[in-house]
């Protein structure tokens, strides 16, 4: 998102999990330090600097915390410094995933590696849908990441709020969601759950546009060489311009939907934690 929308919405999210009686905790690196909640100033910070802030998954977290720079922390890096904190739930706007040619091109986000492995509950829109929602899901299946859809059964898309691809699993209400993440670890299974919480009815965008917008974005990205890390901020933010802003303002309302939902899953977990 620019600037002052992205500070602004990471600001108004905190105000939204305070509404639903939990405690938010935004997540970044600030020179050099992994923070867990920030001020309003240093959310403020990152919304100013932007694209400048450098993007940190596992394998850049002890380089850009050793040089003491700030960071901004994707899905994976979010739950490494979310589960030492010991947080269970967060919410974001979508996963990373497997992008779309990584048949050819092996370009499969660090986020499902994570979400593999570190006990942490992401409560999303699903993947971003510029990503292969399909080979996503069998590459979760494959490492026995449950794909819990909120009140659906179809997996969500991000700024649609359905797909022709399924969750693994439906559940209907948020104790159910933190009975099974109690029964999971407590097991002795580790690795995420990633809860996928369709974006509102009224926020949700005609699949027919929305894919056409992506697909040019995708087609531009290929003739322009960008690739990496770098590929879902070129993606997501080539999307806002073709739709005239309009993606923008729904993955906004996503991103306030997902704030609740997590923010309800947090309460009930810790009532059965005690």
Not at 41 to 67: C, M, Q, Y
Not at 68 to 77: D, E, I, L, Q, W
Not at 94 to 104: L, S
Request: hydrophobic share 45%; charged share 20%.
């Amino acid at each position: 998102m620019p600037f002052p929308q992205n500070a602004q919405t990471a600001i108004e999210v905190e105000e939204t999990i305070r509404k639903q009686g939990a405690v938010p905790a935004t997540i970044a690196i600030i020179g050099g330090v992994m923070k867990v909640g920030l001020s309003k100033e240093e959310i403020e910070l990152l919304g100013r600097e932007g694209h400048n802030v450098t993007k940190v998954s596992r394998r850049d977290l002890p380089f850009v915390v050793a040089a003491g720079k700030n960071g901004a922390t994707t899905v994976a890096s979010t739950m490494i410094i979310a589960a030492l904190a010991g947080i269970k739930v967060f919410a974001t706007g979508g996963i990373g995933g497997v992008h779309r040619g990584a048949e050819h091109t092996f370009d499969i986000s660090a986020d499902l590696q994570e979400l593999a492995n570190t006990n942490v509950t992401v409560v999303c829109a699903g993947a971003k849908s510029i990503l292969d929602l399909g080979l996503t899901t069998e590459y979760l299946e494959t490492f026995g990441v449950p794909l819990i859809g909120y009140q659906t059964k179809a997996l969500p898309a991000f700024f649609c709020r359905t797909s022709s691809f399924d969750v693994s699993i439906r559940l209907d209400s948020a104790s159910e969601i933190a009975r099974a993440m109690a029964v999971k670890w407590q097991s002795g299974l580790n690795g995420g759950l990633v809860v996928a919480n369709p974006i509102p009815e009224q926020f949700a965008m005609p699949e027919e546009s929305i894919n056409a917008a992506i697909d040019q974005a995708v087609a531009e990205a290929e003739e322009q060489g960008v690739i990496g890390k770098e590929s879902t901020p070129f993606l997501l933010a080539r999307v806002a311009e073709l739709t005239g802003g309009d993606s923008l303002k729904s993955n906004i309302q996503l991103v306030f939907n997902n704030a609740i939902l997590a923010s309800e899953i947090a309460k009930e977990y810790q009532r059965l934690a005690g």
